[in-house]
């Protein structure tokens, strides 16, 4: 019945690691986004990814990288995670670009 | 190109009422409003389009005034449950989307 899933909630590791987080919408939705949201509370948009289109927020690393397998997944793959890394991380989804946004319930990432 | 929120943070005696605005340098074509509460994700509120309309429901209403590239939020008799963090979102074009600096109200009995 959720409309978006996020896997893991939690997510603890080292520095260096490579880690993935997966999301899944069932609402049927054309586009979806992944969002980082740090300890200030600043909701910053990292990608959104509309019917194969990625666009990319130019300020993310390129060890972040979003792969959709298809229209319902989004996944967010971070190569070797650094300390400021640890954050939330929401993905979401909406019918449109401009419509409204459901979101997943985050995942907590600490990097130790 | 993240739109300011002010204030950052107010409270409020439950029945009192509050507006929180939301300021973009650029010209918007569209204001998304979300409410999150500590710990869950945010949850959708309303949107505006160009136009200037208002919009509500309930006791929170908007408004966009796109000449002035800004929107309001406008809580009216407050409740407990009101309190969280609101955040404007604004839609320069169809592709790019940016979340407000947030604000924080909490609502004391």
């Known amino acids: 019945d959720t409309a978006v899933s996020q896997t893991p909630k939690y997510l603890v590791t080292q520095m260096g690691n490579d880690k993935s987080i997966k999301c899944e919408q069932n609402l049927g939705h054309d586009t979806m986004y992944w969002y980082k949201q740090d300890s200030k509370k600043f909701l910053k948009i990292m990608f959104s990814y509309n019917n194969k289109e990625l666009i990319i927020n130019e300020t993310v690393p390129n060890r972040f990288s979003p792969k959709s397998p298809d229209k319902a997944h989004l996944n967010l793959h971070i190569n070797s995670l650094e300390l400021g890394d640890s954050a939330v991380y929401f993905c979401?989804?909406?019918?449109?670009?401009?419509?409204?946004?459901?979101f997943g319930p985050g995942t907590r990432l600490l990097v130790l | 190109q993240q739109p300011v929120q002010s204030p950052q943070a107010v409270i409020l005696r439950e029945g009192e009422d509050a507006v929180i605005n939301c300021s973009s340098s650029?010209?918007?074509?569209?204001v998304h409003w979300y409410r999150q509460k500590h710990g869950e994700a945010p949850v959708f509120l309303m949107i505006l389009l160009k136009g200037g309309e208002q919009k509500g429901h309930e006791k929170i209403s908007a408004s966009f005034n796109e000449k002035k590239q800004q929107s309001s939020l406008y809580l009216t008799a407050s409740q407990l449950s009101y309190s969280g963090t609101y955040f404007c979102g604004t839609s320069v074009t169809g592709n790019q989307f940016y979340f407000g600096t947030g604000t924080s109200l909490t609502v004391i009995p």
């Open positions: 650029k010209a918007l074509y569209s």
């Open positions: 979401a989804s909406s019918q449109t670009r401009l419509e409204t946004q459901y």
